[in-house]
């Protein structure tokens, strides 16, 4: 889950997950301060755990902003991943828009044939980016079948369902349909000109604009280079056009080409500011609380002897926590209020617990 910002229908796939175990706790990986598709979070990662907590969800982890800054296909390993390293997951929930399993795991594996993996690589030399070429794959072995991973709930859906296969799991998988009409960009564009809310000051991409092109303008050549995800040409076609514009939607688009998506080239550019590169593991390292309750808190006894990660309630030095603190530095940097733009708020965070 992001919950960016939460909506009704990330409460129909709490309930639906609660409903499929009899009862049982309900887990959530969530983003931090900055979400897949390449933005900052509308609200930060501690008011959306709580928001988590009421409606219903037990216990909130952490995916870490260098996962969360990844394709589909890492940032639903990464998800996966932590999910199933707790070592007390038996299902894994999700929301797409044709709420057909069944449909998502024909696709999960067409996506994994040979096939499929070198009618892909034939398309990326037409110049076609990654999603378009898989898309042509697919459309090549499925026909009308492949249209559903043309919306990008079911495309996380079946990168999900491909994760797990590859982790050597098999969770139940909960398919919910997404409801017409309910969507976070819909909830988003309605906070627009809100000053306030019950979660905090809405954050949009356009806040961060001056910290992010201060960093981007001031990267060398070699930093550009170690940026993670940067293949094809885009590090260099980033280092030529990021002090050509005035804003970073202005750059992303002289940046974008026909083989660069959108999404992808404003996960780099995240990535540059931020300083992720290209050293990190596939999956995350440790297991870290943003909110709980006490069913969650008992959960996480439970967790602590069952997985071979550590569990962390509070920030300690390591690459990717380090990472983390600095996603959060910039992310704070988009406040108008100077008190609240003050660096090293990571390491004053604990979880939101609730009894």
């Known amino acids: 889950m992001e919950l960016n910002p939460p909506h009704s229908g990330h409460e129909k796939v709490v309930a639906a997950a609660r409903k499929s175990l009899g009862g049982g706790a309900v887990v959530a990986v969530m983003s931090g301060n900055f979400v897949q ?5 509308v609200f930060p990662k501690h008011a959306r755990a709580r928001a988590a907590l009421d409606i219903g969800v037990d216990l909130v982890l952490e995916l870490p902003t260098a996962y969360a800054l990844s394709s589909s296909e890492g940032f639903a390993r990464a998800g996966v991943a932590l999910l199933l390293s707790t070592g007390v997951v038996q299902a894994i929930a999700f929301g797409s828009e044709s709420g057909d399993i069944d449909a998502l795991k024909k696709c999960a594996a067409a996506c994994s044939s040979e096939a499929c993996e070198e009618a892909t690589r034939e398309a990326l030399t037409r110049g076609l980016s990654y999603g378009a070429a898989r898309q042509s794959a697919l459309e090549a ?79 060398t050549a070699d930093e550009w280079g170690r940026v993670r995800g940067g293949g094809d040409g885009l590090a260099e076609r980033a280092a030529r056009y990021c002090g050509m514009g005035g804003s970073v939607a202005e750059v992303a688009s002289l940046i974008k080409t026909r083989r660069y998506a959108m999404s992808r080239v404003r996960r780099f550019l995240l990535c540059a500011a931020i300083g992720i590169r290209d050293d990190l593991p596939e999956t995350p390292r440790y297991i870290r609380v943003l909110a709980a309750n006490a069913t969650g808190c008992a959960l996480l006894r439970e967790i602590a002897e069952e997985s071979a990660l550590p569990v962390i309630t509070k920030p300690s030095a390591s690459r990717l926590l380090e990472l983390e603190a600095a996603a959060t530095d910039l992310y704070n940097l988009g406040y108008a209020d100077a008190a609240m733009r003050a660096g090293g708020a990571e390491w004053k965070l604990s979880p939101i617990i609730i009894d």
């Open 37 to 41: 598709r390449g933005e900052p979070a």
């Open 141 to 219: 072995l499925l026909g009308g079948g492949a249209d559903i991973m043309r919306s990008p709930n079911n495309l996380l859906g079946v990168e999900y369902l491909r994760a797990a296969e590859r982790l050597g799991a098999a969770p139940e998988f909960i398919c919910v349909r997404r409801e017409p009409g309910v969507s976070a960009t819909a909830a988003r564009g309605e906070l627009r000109g809100v000053e306030n809310t019950a979660l905090g000051v809405p954050m949009f991409p356009e806040n961060l604009d001056i910290a992010i092109l201060s960093r981007l303008r001031a990267m």
